[in-house]
């Protein structure tokens, strides 16, 4: 279990760099920001360098983009040694207060939820937002309760936490007003899954939790769409989350992130490294019928198709609807393994302070490796991984190693997507 020592943000840090390690630094690095570099060169020898979490970030950057571009073995191992010390920092503290992280998916699988569902869900977010100004959010809900099939509707919902699910089987167990929304949020995306009689069974549970919520909430009140022209306006404040969910593939492999705008180029980047990808191959965007990618490297010797639009100019920005609703789009990796993603935009968020970005809020599951030929590539591969007695388990240990499809670890995503792609395009 991951426990980093929380800290206000702005404060400072020490780490101890030797005298050799800081002439490396200073010599080594071109590029490094000159206040980094005077505040090196004016710590006294016996004492540590001083830089706040946000300071240590950025060093660390600096030390990591060295490290991916030399081509000097040695060097590049002196870089690694210091961005570990750099690392172990921001991994054993914190100046971050938890992630809110909106949990409406709209829609899936390219078909748009119920309005029904919508409705509930958007409702549900905004209990969550009065409960914290009310600041009732952590606080049992009063005079709640659940009759056993209640309960074991809930225990069937993907979206509800393991520890409500533990929790729901005590029968007298109390419950949060947030945990009460976000078992209603659960229910919500949940709801156009199954038939007719699971789909009842989940709006009856739902209509309960709903009742619960509005004796302290009041009823939602419908909304007027024509009388409303709702506009996103974005600035460098404004957070975008995404859910990217690899296609045809049970159990689902997923990620939530979010990132500050950017170009496609950049938010191709960020999907790789949350993921798990090395960028080994070519990519494109399918937003709106339009193909999105880099025309040089799609175009070249394919000049018999329309270029697609440049992704390296379009920012996200740009291509997000007005009304800043949610919305799926495609991304394709590896045009001959042919990994097909779909991505949703779930929202805009305002960016929290102390927090740096991108982020990985959460996911399941690893990744396919490289090259490992498609879907049913992948599916041989785990069968052989899976048995040690298979005819090809040496092989594929041999080319890659051991590798559990279960494993995921989203603080260690977030660092990589802050490390980024070696030797990738700088960008904004």
Known sequence: MNTRKHIKPGTKIGLKLTASERKFILDSLMCLDDNYAQVIRDTPADQPVQFSLDDWDDFGGYIAAEANY??????GKKLDAIFNKVQKILDTHTDEEPLKTLRIEDARKAKVLSDQAVEIAEWTAK?????????IKNKPLEHFWLSPAQRDVLLLVPGVSKSVKGRLAKEKASFTV?????????????????DARKQVAVLLVTKHLLDRLQEIFGSPKPTDNKSRKPKVKTTTATVFQFKI??????PPIWRRIQ????????????IQTAMGWMNSHL????????????????????????????????KISKIIPKNGKPFCFNYEYDFGDGWENEILFEGCLKAKKGTRYPVCLEGQRACPPEDVGGIDGYQEYLEAMADPKHEQHE????????????????????KTMRRGLPKWREED
């Open 259 to 270: 990132v500050k705008d950017c170009t496609l180029d950049k938010l191709h980047e960020h």
């Open 178 to 194: 947030a945990e009460v929304a976000g078992m209603t949020m659960a229910l919500a995306e949940d709801l156009p899954e199954g």
């Open 127 to 135: 209990v969550l937002v009065a409960a914290e100004h009310l600041g």
């Open 70 to 75: 030399t081509d000097d073995k040695r060097l």
């Open 395 to 414: 092989e594929f240990t041999e080319w890659r190693g051991s590798f559990d499809p279960e494993k995921f670890d989203a603080h260690a995503a977030t």
């Open 245 to 250: 969910t690899l296609k045809d593939i049970e």
């Open 283 to 314: 990519h494109q965007f399918e937003i709106g019928g339009v193909r999105y990618g880099d025309p040089e490297l799609l175009y070249e010797g394919w000049q018999d198709e329309t270029p697609p639009v440049n992704s390296l100019q379009t």
